[in-house]
């Protein structure tokens, strides 16, 4: 059974950067659609970017494009989000999520298999 471990949250001033990254085990990563999801206090489940099983094709919500970068390194089983010029709403608990077939890309979160446990990011000054 596929296993996610979400890792690199923490408390970063606006305008930072973090780097998130997700740990398969269990399976082979490149069997999966990567997506990454985000809640907030309060606030529903977000789909942030997804990036396809061979990492040539990726998406990103309208909030984050420009500043988000989502990439893979199969061979090592993970999976990466680059968060640039954070902002205060960027705050939330950020999940990994991975879907396999039928390898629809999307961002919906229902259609995906596996999930992490989450990592908390919080931009603040």
């Known amino acids: 059974q596929l296993q996610l471990v979400e890792s690199g949250g923490g408390l970063v001033q606006p305008g930072g950067s973090l780097r998130l990254s997700c740990a398969a085990s269990g399976s082979t990563l490149d069997n999966y659609i990567i997506g990454w999801f985000r809640q907030a206090p309060g606030k529903e489940r977000e789909g942030v970017s997804y990036?396809?099983?061979?990492?040539?094709?990726?998406d990103y919500a309208d909030s984050v494009k420009g500043r988000f970068t989502v990439s893979r390194d199969n061979a090592k089983n993970t999976v990466y989000l680059q968060m640039n010029s954070l902002k205060p709403e960027d705050t939330a608990i950020y999940s990994c999520?991975?879907?396999?077939?039928?390898?629809?890309?999307?961002?919906?979160?229902?259609?995906?298999?596996?999930w992490g446990q989450g990592t908390e990011v919080t931009i603040s000054s």
């Open positions: 990036i396809s099983r061979s990492g040539r094709i990726t």
């Open positions: 999520a991975a879907k396999g077939a039928p390898w629809r890309l999307t961002l919906d979160g229902s259609e995906y298999d596996y």
